[in-house]
């Protein structure tokens, strides 16, 4: 059974970074995309990005300028960063695997609230 | 940036067929993915590639496309049904969300 088990800090005060961390159980790491998306509260899903084991990258490009992505094939990890923070980027974020040449996006993680407040 | 349009909300009688549809450029030349979600809860694929179904996605849910539109049905609507639901493409590399629809079960 293929889980994502996703953490990061919850509460940020702006122009802080945003570090999330992925981990994949019970699925090879290698192979797929790996990709990260947020959802503000009350509103709908939006992409951040993705990366493969190889640690090849494709951005969303609202967000291209703040975001890293990396991984540990290792711990069969994968971590997002973004930096500078504002109350915009409150919201729960999510990762997911991105499958095959279809690219859709057949397992989830959990989500983060993260929420960003002086 | 590529987008999609889904109407805000969808209501369907109880087992009755529910429709929802989503708009975009070129829409035919790319595959079609669409998520349920429900309150709290993470998206969970119900479709992909235009009109395949998951393992463990009842038969009631199905997905079809037709020039710059495309739709996913759900047959005898339940009350479980009830979610947002979301529709996805790739398109040069990034990828594209409609905005959601609300299925509301009456």
């Known amino acids: 059974q293929v889980q994502l088990q996703q953490w990061g800090a919850g509460l940020l005060k702006p122009s802080e970074t945003l570090s999330l961390t992925c981990a994949v159980y019970g699925a090879p790491f290698s192979g797929y995309y790996w990709t990260w998306i947020r959802q503000p509260p009350g509103r709908g899903l939006e992409w951040i990005g993705e990366i493969n084991h190889r640690g090849s990258t494709n951005y969303n490009p609202s967000l291209r300028s703040r975001v890293t992505t990396s991984v540990d094939t290792s711990k069969n990890q994968f971590s997002l960063n973004l930096r500078s923070v504002t109350a915009a980027d409150t919201a729960v974020y999510y990762c997911a695997r991105v499958r095959g040449a279809t690219r859709h996006l057949d397992y989830w993680g959990q989500g983060t609230l993260v929420t960003v407040s002086s | 940036s590529y987008e999609l349009a889904q109407p805000v909300s969808v209501s369907v009688a109880l087992g009755q067929t529910a429709r929802i549809t989503c708009g975009g450029n070129n829409i035919e030349t790319k595959y079609v993915h669409w998520y349920q979600q429900k309150p709290g809860q993470a998206p969970v694929l119900v479709i992909f590639?235009?009109?395949n179904r998951p393992y463990g996605i009842p038969e009631r849910f199905s997905g079809s496309k037709s020039g710059n539109t495309a739709s996913l049905t759900i047959s005898r609507a339940q009350g479980g049904d009830e979610a947002d639901y979301y529709c996805q493409v790739w398109d040069s590399s990034t990828a594209a969300f409609g905005g959601g629809t609300k299925l509301t079960v009456l």
């Open positions: 590639t235009d009109s």
